[in-house]
T-cell receptor
């Protein structure tokens, strides 16, 4: 099923170009995240959002910005792409916390966007 | 604070033999822990999760993991590897439901599993 979708799936661009990666979800989750994956480094958090008016920086937010246009949409922008931003980017969602329930912190991931900056 | 360490970056097994992927955690409170699998060119998919209900957790595709507090481990196992198990596996600690502990999901660096025919 395509509960979390990402566009584009692949993108090649040049240094200095502005790039936007888009994420949409039909899961009805309030929480959305952007990660980048690099070989040997696992996933690192770029930004996250707990609702439309809540945006938070992750551990590697420099060089990136985000926009939460609606509950279902969370976009990641690279204002001026550089080669070390070449990576696999993932969007994820998770439901809000509910008191007394510990088993639903699971994140649901999109298929990823492979970005190459030349 | 929490952290997750995957002890092997690469594991190679023969088809039909057991799989062991190791994960150790560090936490000042009783954690939840997940294992995710990532097949080539795919997103991450949840394999199984530990949430303190039972220490032996069964997941999809015949995988299971045992939470051992005394060893601070949550190793992933499967009795008999299949070619389709070849993938990247991530051990993950989600944020706890406690005040002032942050919202970070802690990812291990991943273990690449190769299955030899």
């Amino acid at each position: 099923d395509a509960d979390v979708t990402q566009t584009p799936r692949n993108r090649i661009t040049k240094t200095g170009k502005r790039i936007m990666l888009e994420c949409s979800q039909t899961k009805g989750h309030d929480r959305m995240y952007w990660y980048r994956q690099d070989p040997g480094l696992g996933l690192r958090l770029i930004y996250y959002s707990f609702d439309v008016k809540d945006i938070n920086k992750g551990e590697i937010s420099d060089g990136y910005s985000v926009s939460r246009q609606a509950q279902a949409k969370f976009s990641l922008s690279l204002e001026s792409a550089i080669p070390n931003q070449t990576a696999l980017y993932f969007c994820a969602t998770s439901p809000n916390l509910r008191l007394g329930v510990s088993s639903y912190n699971e994140q649901f991931f999109g298929p990823g966007t492979r970005l190459t900056v030349l | 604070a929490q952290s997750v360490t995957q002890l092997d970056s690469h594991v190679s097994v023969s088809e039909g033999t057991p799989v062991l992927l190791r994960c150790n955690y560090s936490s000042s409170y009783s954690p939840s822990l997940f294992w995710y699998v990532q097949h080539p060119n795919k997103g991450l998919q949840l394999l199984l999760k530990y949430t303190s209900a039972a220490t032996l957790v069964k997941g999809i595709n015949g995988f299971e993991a045992e939470f051992k507090k005394s060893e601070t481990s949550f190793h992933l196992t499967k009795p008999s590897a299949h070619m389709s198990d070849a993938a990247e596996y991530f051990c993950v600690a989600p944020p706890p439901q406690l005040p002032n502990t942050g919202n970070q999901f802690y990812f291990g660096t991943g273990t690449s599993l190769t299955v030899i025919p």
